[in-house]
């Protein structure tokens, strides 16, 4: 039988018999790789354990939960929800070099050390390269196997012989299987052994975690299908030049999303980080204008952050507008706000928002505090260094309320912070943990506290 060739979207992972320029399903240009697929029939996909699937009753089933396997690095196991899920399939995206290869090395040889059978399957990196880097990192004394290979067919036996108790794929583009003839790291080769690395998990309860590959535009490579495939996607983030690594939750069925770890690269590995928020806070600048600091929910964790804001004349036609670590367009209406409601001309002003030490944060609890750094830095006024700023900005410059607004006082308190402003409560109050609150229920009443010295209407 003549093999059936088709082209494939490395992107998206839409199909055409032909050749296209562009992808009519994600918009892609030049995605579209020409892939031979022989019609081998596809293998149901078991996702229950159980050879045929019979319906029971909800009360019936035990929760898949119970028994989670806890990996001794609680950052770690709070991204996952509560440590390690039996059966399920975990995707670990990064850019090269942020330390996917190095965490997953490390959680391993915790589980060994606590007499778990651990296999590691990597493609990337010989036996001893990986042996150097555990050298740093820890002993490992216990059961844990390197594996060097990268085709499933030689896998599998592997897997059937050491039995272990948690797998990882390093990385999952290296890998691929004789049932598809294209290249390794293609769509369909990266997906069909995802597919079979799922049966694998859910058939046996084994865990495994899988390492992708991050393209240019920050999509996982190879293609989303991958995300839908997963029980749980995990993404390192970092940045160039900073020893500051974030693991966040971006799909999670057994825990809460946007959960995030946050760990330091040193020279013996990842050391977790346990109080981020002294860590963003460590090098704040006090008494200059500009700089502010809110808390933002991570997850279930307030953490405090440093938002930094320039606004300088510009002596350019277009004034620029930098936004790093937040939302452009939230920045562009905050300033509109900030012109229309409280009278400060920005227009012909150069503005510049940062959030310090490469976090990111998009919650609209943040608006308050971009704008008073914005009027700080256009007025020149430092903001007392113990305040903090939270609430979010309606378009007629109200103050509206924030989700768990008692949580980030308490973690602002921790901190040694003695002042907050804050939405006005409609009902009740806020739990105060011996801070000042003030609440505010206009952006112009927030401005008149902090900026005490400029009279009403004169900015
Ligand atoms: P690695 O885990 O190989 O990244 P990935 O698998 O995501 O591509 O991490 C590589 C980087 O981490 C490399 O630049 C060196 C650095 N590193 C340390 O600084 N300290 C260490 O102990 C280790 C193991 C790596
Ligand atoms: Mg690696």
């Not at 892939?35 to 996702?47: D, F, M, Y």
């Not at 290979?149 to 797998?167: G, R, V």
């Not at 050391?271 to 809110?294: C, H, I, Q, Y």
């Amino acid at each position: 039988m003549k093999p059936k060739k088709n082209y494939t979207c490395q992107s998206c992972g839409a199909k055409s018999p032909s050749w296209l320029g562009r992808c009519p399903e994600c918009r892609e240009w030049n995605s579209f790789v020409e892939e031979i697929e022989n019609a081998a029939p596809k293998g149901r996909v078991i996702i229950d354990g159980g050879e045929k699937a019979r319906p029971t009753k909800l009360k019936d089933i035990k929760g898949d939960t119970q028994d989670r396997v806890y990996t001794g690095i609680n950052e770690f196991d709070r991204v996952l929800g509560g440590g390690v899920v039996p059966g399920s399939l975990v995707l670990i995206g990064g850019d090269p070099g942020i330390g996917k290869s190095t965490i997953m090395l490390q959680v391993s040889l915790n589980l060994s050390d606590a007499g778990e059978k651990i296999l590691y399957i990597s493609g990337e990196e010989s036996k001893e390269q990986v042996r150097g880097r555990a050298e740093r990192i820890g002993e490992g004394k216990g059961e844990l196997y390197i594996l060097c290979e990268t085709y499933m067919e030689e896998i599998i036996p592997h897997i059937d012989q050491i039995k272990p108790s948690l797998i990882v794929i390093d990385s999952i583009q290296t890998l691929y299987t004789s049932q598809i003839e294209s290249s390794p790291g293609s769509v369909s080769q990266v997906r069909e052994v995802t597919a079979q690395l799922l049966q694998i998990s859910k058939k046996r309860g084994i865990p495994i975690f899988l390492i992708g590959h991050v393209t240019k535009d920050g999509a996982i490579a190879g293609p989303k299908i991958l995300e839908h495939m997963v029980d749980t996607v995990l993404y390192f983030e970092g940045e160039r030049g900073n020893s500051y690594r974030i693991l966040r939750a971006v799909k999670n069925r057994f825990g809460p999303v946007n959960e995030i770890g946050v760990f330091e690269m040193d020279s013996i590995g990842l050391k977790e980080v346990t109080n981020p928020s002294a860590l963003f806070l460590s090098d704040r600048p006090t008494a200059v204008s500009g700089s502010l600091v809110t808390a933002a929910m991570e997850g279930t964790r307030p953490i405090l952050v440093e938002i930094q804001g320039l606004a300088t004349p510009s002596n350019l036609g277009m004034a620029r507008r930098n936004v790093i670590g937040t939302d452009s367009n939230r920045v562009s209406l905050l300033i509109a706000i900030l012109e229309k409601r409280i009278g400060i001309h920005l227009t012909a002003m150069d503005i510049f928002i940062n959030i310090v030490g490469g976090m990111n944060v998009s919650e609209p609890s943040a608006d308050l505090a971009i704008i008073a750094v914005l009027v700080s830095s256009a007025k020149d006024i430092p903001v007392d260094p113990e305040t903090i700023v939270m609430g979010e900005v309606g378009l007629s410059g109200e103050v509206r309320s924030i989700p768990q607004a008692d949580l980030r006082i308490s973690e602002a308190s921790k901190l040694g912070f003695k002042r907050c402003i804050l939405p006005k409560k409609g009902k009740g109050n806020y739990k105060n943990k011996g801070m000042e609150l003030t609440e505010v229920s206009t952006v112009s009443e927030c401005m008149e506290y902090l900026f005490k010295g400029i009279k009403k209407g004169n900015w």
